[in-house]
């Protein structure tokens, strides 16, 4: 299998499991990467507060810049940031170089070049023609706007990631046939207590009505909600005011970081599963589903129902 550099996700997915607890071998599983992988990111890649991701992908990228330093001369790269400096293109730098018979880059290198010097806060992207957001290689790039004032998860207090307390809640939608309607979820992280809830419309107010409703009996144990970046949490303000709680955004495509919110949706398509019509659900099935879900075992519970754990911390409050 060939070898690929670690993503940015992939040293997120690393971190979030690491604080979980898992070793290098089964951080490499789940990752389906070699385990050496993992030990010499952990290892190359750390700083003086242990293991952080961004800054290990900071790390990861000036190293790559320096052992590609060895192939391409720091004179040459002197004279691409100079005609970028006037307004060259990284095309016409890379034609220039070889009609003239000089050491060559690629214009890809070059962008790579120039992008690197942006994440680093330099300036050499401001000679690009285009000033638009670099595309990714895969999918489309979102054009419906982002969410406003979103909080990340990075920002999300650790005792959150290490379920140190009750309180701490999850949130997503799992939609039904022809993305018409959908159910609201929402679980306790420590308890893993679920509440669902059936919206007509994924629309941003119909989903926090939803939400309110189904914490608002429980509010005093309300720390925070994290949701992923869906446009349908895009009341969020609205939800904390109204919870006096915090709200944290998952980054995307890191659906592992709310990854009992995720087992939850897997568990509720026994019930109602893909391509069903959920205009045919009732708010018995429902309950049905929620008191099944509730009243099970769990092993991560010692076998214990997440309603036997959730009503005692209630009741304990």
């Known amino acids: 299998m060939r070898y690929t550099h670690l993503t940015q996700d992939e040293r997120y997915q690393i971190y979030i499991l690491k604080k979980a607890g898992h070793d290098c071998s089964s ?4 990752m389906k990467r070699h385990k050496s992988t993992i030990s010499r990111e952990l290892r190359r890649n750390r700083g ?61 290198r070059i962008y790579q ?24 290689r895969y999918g489309q790039r979102e054009r419906r706007g982002a969410i406003v004032d979103q909080v990340s998860i990075e920002q999300r207090p650790d005792i959150v990631d290490q379920l140190g307390r009750f309180g701490d809640w999850e949130a997503d939608l799992v939609i039904g046939a022809g993305h018409q309607q959908a159910l609201v979820t929402l679980n306790e992280r420590k308890s893993r207590y679920s509440l669902i809830g059936k919206v007509e419309r994924k629309t941003a107010q119909e989903v926090s009505d939803t939400m309110i409703a189904l914490l608002t009996p429980f509010a005093d144990c309300v720390h ?10 895009a009341q969020h303000g609205r939800i904390a ?23 939850m949706n897997g568990l509720i398509r026994q019930f109602f599963p893909k391509k069903m019509a959920f205009d045919s659900i009732t708010d018995s099935d429902i309950a049905l589903a929620t008191y099944s879900l509730n009243h099970r075992p769990r092993k991560c519970l010692g076998f214990k129902t ?7 911390q209630l ?3």
């Open 27 to 30: 951080i490499a599983r789940l």
């Open 48 to 108: 003086e507060r242990g293991y952080r991701p961004a800054q290990a992908h900071q790390q990861a990228a000036v190293r790559r810049r320096t052992d590609n330093g060895k192939r391409i001369s720091e004179h040459t790269w002197a004279f691409v940031d100079i005609k970028l400096g006037q307004l060259w293109s990284p095309e016409q730098i890379c034609g220039y170089l070889k009609v003239n018979g000089m050491p060559s880059v690629s214009h890809e």
């Open 113 to 136: 070049h120039i992008y690197r010097d942006k994440r680093a806060g330099g300036t050499l992207h401001k000679s690009l023609r285009n000033q638009k957001q670099r595309k990714k």
């Open 224 to 233: 925070t909600v994290t949701s992923d970046n869906g446009k349908e949490f």
């Open 241 to 263: 005011k109204d919870l006096n709680a915090q709200f944290f955004f998952a980054h995307p495509y890191c659906s592992w970081e709310r990854g009992a919110n995720e087992n």
């Open 306 to 312: 997440p309603h036997q754990v959730f009503m005692s």
């Open 315 to 317: 009741q304990s409050h």
